[in-house]
């Protein structure tokens, strides 16, 4: 159970509100956020147009009731007082909803002396087609307004006439109207996201292309370039980019092409040892055991004892000269495979690859070359002996393997050699850091101008690529033969 301290010392968790955040803006591309900004500038404005609307339809709409209450309550007046003196109370009364029909916004309610209704008149209906939703009535609808007119003949009331508002009618225009230039609106805005996100597009082209050329020089590919945008500030950055890219072009050419001069001197030095220790020093241990062999002959004609303590210290000689000589080929052999440059590249290979099945019978090994030519030069016959050399190595002790393939190739037209060490075994940590003798392959096969790339996922074997261009390489090679 974990302490108190250790409770306190972990980092405070994000909150859901700042993860949604984090969500919605940003893990967004640039494009994605401009577009959320507009459509937020958009609702903003949506609600502010929307607030501006309800408030001017209940404006109009108490406006309009208040005008039609007004006009109504003179219309009512007028018609009883022209039509008392024409007709009776009761046909009046009975002739009177049809005078009143053609009001808007008013409902009239026609009830004789004892209060019992002779009619009720509707409301013309204007140019609305469908009804407001609810909750915009409620938004826009002013409070109801009633009157009541009297009729009365000579001082005696024989009926009333109840005025009542309703902005039903008044609401669906302002509702039409809403509906309307909603739509409008709705669309121009969809028509302004589609062109915006068009417009922000082939704007940040140049960036999409910038991080695409960034991720180019992060594999280093230096040859890459930007088109020049028609902005001027991208231009800029293109302008910079590309002047990067061709200073880092430069350096990488110089800095392979000394590369491929010290491998070449390394190589050049290797051999001119290797063939003194041949040359110099295998005749004089050859010698010394010659000597020694001779001595002990001679040592025959000694007395008992002189010839046993002359013939102990022979068989010293002996044992150290011979250790001397094998500790010579093992010399001779780390600096430069004796077979090197007097036997085909296939052959060494092929014999090396033999050479491990026999010594490690219980592994199964194979190789299969392509079509390869007889040599491609010290350097890079020197740098696949070594890669091979060190990747069956590295099978054998560390990846418990069953089956290890050797695989070389001569493609794309001749200019590149490609080999492949892949094996069965239990793979590679990907964050474990790189031994002495891998890092050496590397150095030696970006030193000619190569790619080394090792691949491996535990429990799945693991691969060791080369490919080495031949036309850099062969001239890498005379360029630092010529120095």
Not at 138 to 149: K, N, Y
Request: aromatic share 4%; proline share 5%.
């Amino acid at each position: 159970m974990q302490s108190a301290s250790a409770v306190a010392a972990l980092p405070p968790s994000p909150t859901s509100p700042m993860r949604l955040f984090d969500a919605l803006w940003h893990r967004r591309s640039v494009r994605a956020q401009l577009l959320l900004v507009f459509v937020l500038i958009d609702v903003v404005a949506v609600l502010i147009a929307g607030s501006v609307t309800i408030w001017r339809a209940r404006v109009q709409a108490r406006v309009e009731m208040a005008a039609s209450m007004r006009l109504a309550d003179l219309l009512v007046s007028d018609a009883v007082h022209l039509a008392r003196q024409e007709i009776s109370a009761e046909q009046f009364l009975t002739s009177l909803p049809a005078q009143l029909q053609s009001m808007r916004h008013v409902r009239f309610v026609v009830s004789d002396a004892t209060g019992s209704r002779i009619a009720i008149t509707s409301p013309r209906r204007g140019e609305a087609g469908v009804a407001a939703p609810d909750w915009f009535s409620a938004l826009v609808a002013p409070p109801i307004e009633t009157r009541d007119v009297p009729v009365a003949v000579d001082g005696l009331q024989v009926g009333r006439v109840e005025i009542v508002g309703e902005p039903a009618d008044e609401i669906a225009e302002v509702w039409d109207d809403a509906v309307a230039i909603g739509a409008v609106a709705a669309l121009l805005n969809i028509v302004m996201i589609g062109l915006l996100y068009v417009l922000f597009g082939r704007v940040l082209d140049p960036l999409t292309v910038l991080a695409n050329g960034l991720s180019d020089l992060e594999r280093q590919t230096y040859s890459v370039r930007l088109p020049q945008p028609r902005a001027r500030e991208l231009s800029a950055i293109a302008d910079h980019f590309n002047a990067l890219a061709l200073a880092l072009e430069t350096v990488r050419a110089e800095n392979l092409r000394l590369s491929r001069r010290l491998i070449t001197a390394q190589d050049d030095e290797r051999r001119r040892t290797a063939l003194e220790l041949h040359d110099e020093v295998g005749p004089c241990l050859f010698g010394l055991k010659a000597n020694a062999s001779s001595i002990a002959g001679a040592a025959q004609d000694l007395p008992d004892k002189a010839r046993h303590t002359v013939a102990e210290r022979v068989r010293e000689i002996l044992a150290i000269v011979e250790h001397l000589q094998s500790i010579n080929r093992g010399i001779l052999e780390r600096l430069r495979p004796m077979a090197l440059g007097h036997v085909p590249l296939q052959e060494m290979l092929g014999q090396l690859v033999h050479e491990r099945a026999r010594q490690h019978p219980a592994l199964a090994f194979s190789f299969a070359p392509g079509d390869l030519q007889k040599s491609y030069g010290d350097s890079i016959d020197l740098t696949i002996y070594r890669c091979v050399q060190e990747s069956l190595t590295n099978a054998i002790r560390h990846a418990g393997a069953k089956h290890v393939t050797v695989k070389l190739e001569q493609g794309n037209a001749a200019a590149l050699l490609a080999l492949t060490v892949a094996d069965d075994g239990r793979g590679m940590d990907p964050t474990a850091p790189a031994g002495f003798g891998t890092r050496g392959m590397k150095e030696r096969v970006e030193g000619l101008g190569g790619r080394f790339v090792v691949e491996g996922e535990p429990g799945r074997g693991t691969q060791v690529r080369i490919a080495i261009p031949l036309v850099m390489a062969a001239a890498g090679t005379v360029s630092g033969a010529n120095g």
